[in-house]
């Protein structure tokens, strides 16, 4: 199966990383315009945003593990308008010396995942938003 596999490491514990990914303030300091959290194994997610042409997209989806402070996985509605409609995307998180080691891997069978253009633009938004993530949380 297609993925995209990102790491990185933040000056910060893992329950303060936990919070930027998990709650509608954090996603909202660094990764979507808007998002609803159901924050609970088989919650509901929504991420709201725009496309490039300006328009709203909403990606919904539910959590299928939900471990505080380590493990995030949750599976994108099949139906949307959102690019990475049907994939799944998992947050892991470790504490590593004095930083948080944050994985990303954004799998499944999408035709964004597969090798192309819009594949590398999708890595390339999360290698962005990761870095946004550190940048945020390492000068707190």
């Known amino acids: ?3 995209i596999r990102r ?3 933040i000056a910060a514990r893992p329950r303060t990383v936990w919070k930027a990914i998990t709650t509608s303030e ?3 300091s660094w990764l979507v315009d808007d998002a609803r959290i159901d924050a609970r194994q088989g919650g509901r997610v929504v991420w709201i945003g ?5 328009n709203r997209v909403e990606e ?3 959590i299928h593990k939900w471990r505080p402070t380590s493990h995030l ?3 994108w509605d099949k139906m949307g308008n959102f690019p990475t409609t049907g994939t799944r995307l998992t947050f892991q998180l470790a504490l590593d010396g004095d930083e948080t080691r944050v994985s990303v891997i954004h799998s499944g069978s999408a035709p964004i995942l597969d090798e192309g253009e819009d594949r590398d633009q999708l890595d ?7 870095k946004s993530l550190q940048t945020l949380l390492d000068s707190e």
């Open 1 to 3: 199966m297609p993925a």
């Open 7 to 9: 790491h990185i490491h």
């Open 26 to 28: 954090g996603l909202r």
């Open 50 to 54: 725009e496309d490039d042409e300006g």
């Open 60 to 62: 919904k989806g539910v």
């Open 73 to 75: 996985e949750i599976s």
């Open 124 to 130: 390339v938004d999360w290698r962005r938003a990761l």
